[in-house]
């Protein structure tokens, strides 16, 4: 599968918005990627979520590890195609952390998956709590990726898509006042 079948894939399912949106970074854009519509149909997502699986085997992962929510639906079909198993991490009382006693054998070979990479700030937090197991981050993968960032492991990713985002500080659409929406996971409310 090709980033210009994912890219296709992405605008005829509705996946790329236009506005003015608050990222799951807290960061500000005139565009969005809403996974959701993607990972919402598996016959959309089985070919991309293999195609991933595929470009991360030589890696030679045990296991994948992605975060909730949106990681949980591609890290599982990547698993899937790899043959591997799939856990996630989840927040409690603000800290990542490994729930509903998922396992990370120490030295374990993990990919962490993610759907929309921006900041990184979600893969570094998978990175970390893949470590504080003293299992070893060997690849990310994702399916699309905002803007160039380090990981600090090898990065593997469907669909190069730039897209700009701000500071609130530096906002255009907040200069002249266009409102604002939180469609990503880390954010609840629609208040400026």
């Known amino acids: 599968?090709?980033?210009d079948a994912l890219r296709s894939t992405l605008a005829s399912s509705g996946a790329l918005?236009?506005?003015h949106f608050r990222l799951s970074s807290g960061r500000?854009?005139?565009?969005?990627?809403?996974?959701f519509r993607l990972l919402e149909d598996p016959r959309l997502l089985e070919p991309f979520a293999r195609e991933l699986a595929l470009?991360?085997?030589p890696y030679e992962p045990e296991i994948v590890v992605s975060a909730a929510v949106g990681g949980i639906i591609l890290g599982y079909?990547?698993?899937r195609a790899l043959g591997s198993k799939a856990i996630f991490v989840e927040k409690e009382s603000g800290?990542?952390?490994l729930r509903r006693n998922f396992v990370l054998r120490s030295g374990a070979r993990a990919a962490i998956v993610e759907d929309v990479i921006t900041t990184g700030g979600s893969v570094r937090e998978v990175i970390?709590?893949?470590?504080s197991h003293d299992a070893r981050p060997v690849v990310a993968g994702a399916l699309v990726r905002r803007s160039p960032v380090d990981l600090g492991v090898p990065t593997v990713v469907l669909l190069e898509l730039p897209i700009e985002s701000y500071e609130a500080a530096e906002c255009p659409q907040c200069r002249t006042g266009v409102p604002i929406s939180?469609?990503?996971s880390r954010f609840v409310s629609a208040a400026p």
């Open 77 to 79: 079909e990547v698993a």
């Open 1 to 3: 599968m090709s980033s």
């Open 28 to 35: 500000h854009s005139d565009r969005f990627v809403q996974k």
């Open 55 to 57: 470009r991360l085997s």
């Open 128 to 131: 970390e709590v893949v470590r």
């Open 17 to 19: 918005l236009e506005g």
């Open 182 to 184: 939180e469609p990503g």
């Open 95 to 97: 800290a990542v952390v």
